[in-house]
């Protein structure tokens, strides 16, 4: 079964530092790995999407790095602000249904 | 937004009573995901859905059932719930591709089992 760990499991930086988020997985034969953010009390928002056969993606000041044969994926965000405190999850999928294993996410602050 | 609706949003009921939660999607995507999430247990699947009266069992189905009988409603339901069953409940859509899609969630709902 694939497990998904996710270090450390809270963080805390001060305005304008970068955020490195650290995501493994056991099963390196995955189809994706996806990202998501979530605010308290709120649902997941999809960051960034990488599939099996990429390295990375990004979106602005995200960027998402994947390295299977590590069952790494590495989530940084450039330039931190107060606005990108909450949660955020890392998911693999496995299998062709889409079914996502999570890891327990890292609960980031993000100090003016 | 990926155009999910999850009702109730909120739901306090009492231990043995059945209650459904539904999904509803604005976009004809096939598939549908039901996950539940849990202080100490993350998000874990419940049971999925690849089309219209297709769906399958997750990692935690047990005490659970689900049905599909359109495109855009995907309904969880909790034949006799129990406290073990109090939890924060997401639906959720592949889109952009299939399967190994990006998912999108819905907002939430909240289910308290007194």
């Known amino acids: 079964k694939q497990e998904v760990t996710q270090i450390p499991a809270a963080l805390s930086v001060p305005e304008g530092e970068n955020l490195v988020l650290n995501c493994s997985f056991t099963d390196s034969a995955i189809y994706n790995l996806q990202w998501f953010r979530q605010d308290p009390g709120k649902g997941l928002t999809s960051l960034l999407l990488?599939?099996?056969?990429?390295r990375e993606q990004t979106s602005g000041r995200l960027n998402a790095s994947l390295d299977k044969s590590s069952g790494r994926s590495t989530l940084y965000i450039a330039a931190s602000q107060p606005g990108d405190s909450a949660t955020y999850l890392c998911a693999a999928s496995t299998d062709s249904w889409g079914k996502l294993q999570f890891g327990a996410g890292t609960q980031v602050v993000v100090t003016p | 937004d990926a155009g999910i609706t999850q009702s109730p949003r909120h739901k306090v009921t009492e231990t043995g009573t059945p209650v459904t939660l539904r999904c509803h999607q604005t976009?004809?995507?096939?598939?549908m995901y039901w996950y539940r999430q849990d202080p100490g247990h993350g998000l874990r699947l419940i049971h999925y859905?690849?089309?219209?009266?297709?769906?399958d069992k997750g990692e935690v189905s047990d005490g659970y059932s689900v049905s599909r009988s359109k495109t855009e409603d995907f309904l969880l339901t909790l034949e006799s719930a129990t406290s073990s069953q109090t939890s924060v409940y997401f639906c959720?859509?592949?889109?952009?591709?299939?399967?190994?899609?990006?998912?999108?969630f819905g907002e939430g709902s909240r289910l308290t089992v007194l």
């Open positions: 976009e004809n995507h096939r598939y």
């Open positions: 859905s690849y089309g219209v009266k297709d769906t």
């Open positions: 990488i599939q099996s056969s990429q």
């Open positions: 959720a859509i592949s889109v952009h591709g299939g399967p190994a899609g990006e998912l999108f």
